[in-house]
Nanobody, 125 residues
Framework: VQLQASGGGLVQAGGSLRLSCAASGRTVSNSGMGWFRQAPGKEREFVAAISSTGGSTYYADSVKGRFTFSRDNAKNTVYLQMNNLKPEDTAVYYC???????????????????WGQGTQVTVSS
């Protein structure tokens, strides 16, 4: 599976961005998916996850209420809508996919088998 993340960019605090992660090589419609991020000088951290059906999502406390994870299985693509962005959201954002079916969202890196290349999000104050 190849994961291509896109949609990052430079935005002012309070603004919005929508990240996309398109999968190729294999369908991810039965896979749990996740978003992680890594800020400069920090370890990669969990942002959000979604179950295989899209019926269940889970968010890091730092983004809860501002970010929304969704999926379009027909397009083999997942999305992360990011609203009310803050400077502390600045990071490289990575999408990830599980090889197996996920009844519930997974928040740990070791749960994921495939990773995208990342897209830069920069939020200015």
């Amino acid at each position: 599976v190849q994961l291509q993340a896109s949609g990052g960019g430079l935005v002012q605090a309070g603004g919005s961005l929508r990240l996309s992660c398109a999968a190729s090589g294999r369908t991810v419609s039965n896979s749990g998916m996740g978003w992680f991020r890594q800020a400069p000088g920090k370890e990669r951290e969990f942002v959000a996850a979604i179950s295989s059906t899209g019926g269940s999502t889970y968010y890091a406390d730092s983004v809860k209420g501002r970010f929304t994870f969704s999926r379009d299985n027909a397009k083999n693509t997942v999305y992360l809508q990011m609203n009310n962005l803050k400077p502390e959201d600045t990071a490289v954002y990575y999408c990830a996919a599980r090889r197996s079916y996920s009844y519930s969202p997974r928040q740990y890196e070791y749960d994921y088998d495939y990773w995208g290349q990342g897209t830069q999000v920069t939020v200015s104050s």
